[in-house]
């Protein structure tokens, strides 16, 4: 279980200029709370509630990774 990583938005992302790309990254807040929970999980400490917030954090990580390269990718 996970919850939707489109509850996070638009909260979650901040658009930072690198060279000429316009790049989705997360916010220093969530990117925190994606740290604390990361390191939670290694010592086993997280509860359902946060593996199902940790899950959803990752799935947005990992569209934002996708967009970001098609983004750069363009010619």
Do not use: Y
Not at 31 to 45: I, M, P, T, V
Not at 60 to 65: E, H, Q, V
């Amino acid at each position: 279980m996970m919850i939707q990583p489109s509850s996070l938005l638009p909260d979650a992302i901040e658009i930072e200029q690198v060279k000429n790309f316009h790049l989705f990254k997360f916010t220093d807040d969530l990117q925190a709370r994606s740290d604390e929970l990361l390191e939670r999980n290694k010592a086993g400490l997280l509860t359902p509630e946060e593996a199902a917030e940790l899950a959803g954090i990752s799935e947005l990580f990992r569209i934002f990774t996708l967009i970001n390269a098609m983004i750069v990718a363009q010619p």
